[in-house]
């Protein structure tokens, strides 16, 4: 910084000297001509240094710093060090710069930076090698122009940028992108990609795996258990002794085959693409369909099963799929509630969207199960939902159902008062589609 001693200096060197000129104009008899030279080259001086100063703060590199003296010595030297200064900074912050970018070229992810205009700012080598970006002309693309994928861009342009989304690799069908956009700063984006195809390959084996497993084991089954149901209910005084142990293996037999019946389903519900049928539902004959199957289960226990429904309210989408998902929750609301209780199932708009729930005044639900009850064999008490004949899947079918039909599930319960689940539905038209194209899965 320039010091008050310098500027002191100068004050007491212009104040000196202009009394020296005054006084020596006043003795000759011409104060006038004898000030006016010396102030003309001060002032000349000045303007030259201030010329040299500015021609070297535009080009510090071609123009030497000045040589000073005086004022101007301490201005070319406070100059000179906050250029000095501002270099460090610029260092440190490429350095800085470099790392990041040495970092982000690092990552195995296709990373790209979206300007406010939709346009592709700046992207990593990840990105270049997988979406073959290069060159000035990819900054100003758009990124939807790179990728074409109708899902994407759609959701892109909706500014729907929740969930991730799966969609082939533009360049080559055969791999599976899983893209996510992270909005930033003012309107910026952050668009990345993973190369999910092994992933998904993984996932298909597993499926098929459990798909065919149960595919293989459900006809064996069904003959053993058509065996055990003629055991357990034969009369036969020989077989007698062996009575209770048919009985036993008769009803292991029907929870294997209804584990294996859900178990296909809901490898079914993973694999299919879309919807069985998307005609409009008919919810009234569905919800006595419904109803009748819970009352049988719930047999000498008498529940009382209440049915309240608006019929202005439809949508479209796969009946059966539906009816898995609605007596699920129904024959859980049966499983888990006391005899005699009351179960009141409801389809109409709630909140302004199409909406089953079920209520039931039952054993209810701790809070802290709620989030993780849609995984598959997530029970709160194996020992009661084997004993109730659960298999543990329930839940897992009824989300994935809901997903293909653009829903969620809303579980609310209050341990020993009841449970209220409510499947709301997204729009009176189906988008399960969608949803199963951007491969949302429970
Ligand atoms: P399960 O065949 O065991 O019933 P589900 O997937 O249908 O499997 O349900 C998962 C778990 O959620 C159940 O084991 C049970 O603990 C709990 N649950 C489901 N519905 C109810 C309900 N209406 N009341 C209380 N608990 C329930």
Redesign the pocket.
Known sequence: MISRRSWLAELIFVSFSLLLLIGIGLWNGYPATTLLPPVLLYLAWHLYQLYRFSRWLERPKRNRMPWAIGIWRSICATGSELRERSRKHKRRLRSMLDGFQESTDALPDATIVIDDHDRIEWWNSAAAELLQLSGRSAKQMSIDQVIQDPIFRRSFREQDYTKPLQIPAPLDQSITLEVRIVPYGKGKRLFQARDITRLQQLETVRRDFVANVSHEIRTPLTVVHGYMEMLSEAEDEALQPWHQAFVQMHKQSLRMQRLVEDLLLLARLESSRGLDAQGPVEMEPLLHAVREEAEGLSGDNGHQIETELDTEVNIRGSVNELYSAFS??VN??V???PAGSCIRMRWGLRQGQPCFS?S?S????DQE?IPR??ERF?????G??RQ?G???????I?KHVLTRHNGHLQID?EVGK??T?SCYFGETENRGQRAEDRGLSA
């Open positions: 699920n929750l859980n609301a499983r888990y509630s079920v039931d039952g054993i209810g639900i199960h009850l849609t997530y029970r709160v008490d194996i009661r939902s109730s659960g298999t543990g899947l329930g839940l897992a009824v319960s009841g449970s689940f």
